[in-house]
């Protein structure tokens, strides 16, 4: 059974592109969260996709944009990069509706911005 | 405002006595509560939960954690730690009212030595 999984890995970008993550959820899992923990930090909760819809959004930009597929996997899109984008972005995927509380982590993506 | 708070950047403790790692929370009804651990260039990986029930929860790897509602604590304990559970350990809590998303504190690094 596959858990989460992000890609890519590891991505360099410099400040004003834009770039894109993407997630794929736990089997089962219908819903996804994005999550952005910079250096030292606890994650932040970006926003959360179920049934292709944003149901909920944290504290971001409107830069930071997303989308979930119908398949439940998830792209996570920023624009207009800043130096304060650099962190490692987390995706999560749970099951609410179905009871599952737990949110389940991918390995996440490191982006650096120059 | 809903918070979590993680007072110890880091806990030291040799292998083999018990270990504890601190988090509280803000009082704002009855959240779920959660552990996680990450190990270096990784993401999240889920320990424990409480929702309701027993105060004494059990999870991986041997670690249990007390609920204390009057204290409004959420404290991870391990009765013989080991090398290998040198780590950041995360605490979370969701507000299961209107909203999955999860509210980290700030991490404690966990040092074990031989």
């Known amino acids: 059974d596959a858990g989460v999984t992000q890609s890519p890995t590891h991505l360099i970008k410099t400040r004003g592109q834009q770039v894109t993550l993407r997630c794929s959820p736990k089997?089962?899992?219908?819903?996804v969260s994005w999550y952005q923990q910079a250096l030292g930090q606890g994650p932040q909760f970006i926003f959360q996709y179920y049934e292709e819809e944003e149901r909920q959004r944290g504290n971001f930009p409107d830069r930071f944009s997303g989308h979930q597929f119908p398949n439940y996997s998830s792209e996570l899109n920023v624009n207009a990069l800043l130096l304060g984008d650099s962190a490692l972005y987390l995706c999560a995927s749970s099951s609410p509706t179905s009871g599952g509380e737990t949110q389940y982590f991918g390995p996440g993506t490191r982006l650096l911005v120059l | 405002a809903q918070s979590v708070a993680q007072p110890e950047d880091q806990v030291n403790v040799a292998e083999g006595n018990p270990l504890t790692v601190k988090c509280t929370y803000s009082?704002?009804?009855?959240?779920?509560l959660f552990w996680y651990v990450q190990y270096p260039n990784r993401g999240l990986q889920f320990l424990l939960k409480?929702?309701?029930?027993?105060?004494l929860v059990k999870g991986s790897y041997g670690f249990e954690a007390e609920f204390n509602k009057s204290q409004t604590s959420f404290h991870l304990k391990k009765p013989s730690a080991l090398v290998s559970d040198s780590a950041l350990y995360f605490c979370?809590?969701?507000?299961?009212?209107?909203?999955?998303?999860?509210?980290f504190g700030t991490g404690t690094r966990l040092q074990v030595f031989p």
């Open positions: 089997s089962g899992h219908d819903t």
């Open positions: 409480y929702i309701t029930g027993d105060n």
């Open positions: 009082v704002s009804g009855n959240p779920y």
């Open positions: 979370a809590v969701r507000w299961p009212y209107n909203t999955d998303k999860l509210i």
